[in-house]
């Protein structure tokens, strides 16, 4: 059993999201240690992209800032490789397919397994058009997260029939970010994805608060929270890593009393 589907097979799972280099590499990894001692089951480093158009102005600006202070593919990759000795918990990455090609598709996979990564989620990267990356994703054992959104409609049953690791079920149309309520678009997905298939469901977009998490939890397999916590590392800056411990624990909490 892999990294992922062991994550998935202990109970709900929490997954959240950071954007590597953001507000400096040194953080990164120390939010990557607190994150997992407070109960991540798996973890999102983003890539940091500087056309990120799934992303909202909170993760857009992360980029921004993280660029500015000079952070890599390479360096990220380096990241990993220093923390996987004692992270044993799915490490996956988010970014967009022009990174991925201008580094070299083949390259790029093969640096992301010998790091000790396990999956990548690339939201630019229509489903129909995949073939590409996925072709070596499956030769180096590197899963590709397949994503569906409200506007998947008909084509959910194909995507989730071809899934692997688990499904990213985007919970609302726009952006990423915080919002006060979710609607029942992901609950109505999840539903069509378990006809097609027992992958995992992990709902993502807008989930902010410890009821909000509660409330996926009952019906999805894992819950993502991403512009939440890069707000609180906003906010603290230098002085972050607190506050995010303990923000991710209540969202833990929550989902573990599903």
């Not at 280099?21 to 940091?48: F, N, R, S, W």
């Not at 993760?59 to 490789?81: N, P, W, Y």
């Not at 970010?177 to 069509?192: C, F, I, K, P, Y």
């Amino acid at each position: 059993m892999n990294r992922i589907s062991r994550a998935f097979s202990a109970g709900k799972a929490f997954i959240p999201f950071i954007t590597g280099g953001y507000p400096d590499i040194k953080i990164t990894e120390k939010l990557l240690y607190a994150l997992h001692d407070a109960g991540a089951d798996l973890i999102e480093i983003g890539i940091p992209f500087s056309d990120p158009i799934a992303e909202g102005p909170v993760i857009e600006v992360a980029d921004e800032h993280a660029l500015r202070m000079g952070c890599t593919a390479e360096k990220l990759f380096d990241l990993v490789s220093r923390v996987r000795a004692d992270i044993n918990i799915p490490l996956l990455f988010m970014t967009y397919y022009n990174p991925i090609f201008v580094y070299d598709t083949s390259k790029f996979t093969k640096c992301c397994v010998k790091s000790g990564i396990d999956g990548i989620i690339v939201p630019d990267l229509p489903f129909e058009e995949r073939d590409e990356l996925l072709k070596p994703c499956v030769s180096q054992g590197l899963k590709l997260i397949s994503l569906i959104a409200p506007t998947s409609k008909a084509r959910i049953k194909t995507i989730a029939q071809n899934s692997d690791g688990f499904i990213y079920c985007v919970s609302s149309l726009g952006v990423t970010g915080e919002r006060h309520t979710l609607d029942d678009s992901a609950r109505h997905m999840v539903a069509q994805v378990r006809l097609a298939t027992n992958t995992p469901c992990a709902v993502g977009f807008g989930i902010s608060t410890s009821a909000q998490a509660r409330n996926v939890a009952g019906f999805a397999d894992g819950v993502i929270v991403g512009s939440a916590i890069i707000r609180l590392i906003s906010k603290y800056g230098q002085d972050c890593v607190a506050p995010v411990s303990q923000f991710a624990k209540e969202i833990k909490q929550a989902i573990t009393s599903v």
